[in-house]
């Protein structure tokens, strides 16, 4: 399906949803999310690391490194990344934090924490999630950009995500952002389509002077 009408039920009903809404849709466009549903979780989970409180630019450039110390791989596995010393990675431009929490995902692979895709797709959200946070170093934001980009899970609201609660902040004109547990709460009205809601709220302080009352 084209990207540009894939997501028009959704787009409809959140433009229906209030005036804020119907702006902010009519001057950002169509929804181009674009999810990767071909990934495994555990390559998804290793992305979400790396690009965690980093820029888009930032993020790419630390898993081209690391994809690039395996050249032979299309993406390293599970085994790459145990067996991979603490250096070698740090030259790709992870933290120490993030060195560990990657490893950790590697490692609950082998052991089958971190499911097969095959296998996620027949699990629900709030499972999975609490499968996955048990892995040291994974928190619900990870697997929610799991859930979203991997999964193609089309009802994801990550309320703890800054650029989120700075959007709804915006298209509200609110002095504050909402607190994660409000937010849901708001959010509630916008299912089962929030994985666009946050699309659109993630456009806006991205394009402050253009959607801005």
Known sequence: MNLLFRYD??????????EDWARLIAQIGPCRHDPKAAREPYEALVRAIAYQQLTAKAGDAIIGRLKALFGDREFPSPNDLIGADFDLLRTCGFSARKIATIKAIAQGTLEGTVPTRKIAVTM???????????????????????LMYSLERMDILPVDDFGVREGYRMLKS????????????LSRAWSPHRTVATWYLWRIPRDRENVQK
């Open 124 to 146: 629900d959200d709030e499972t999975l999630i609490e499968r996955m946070v048990a892995i040291k170093g994974i928190g619900r934001w990870t697997v929610e950009m799991l």
């Open 174 to 185: 609110l002095p504050e952002q909402p607190k994660p547990k409000q937010l849901r709460e």
């Open 9 to 18: 039920v959704s787009v409809a009903f959140l433009a229906k949803h209030d």
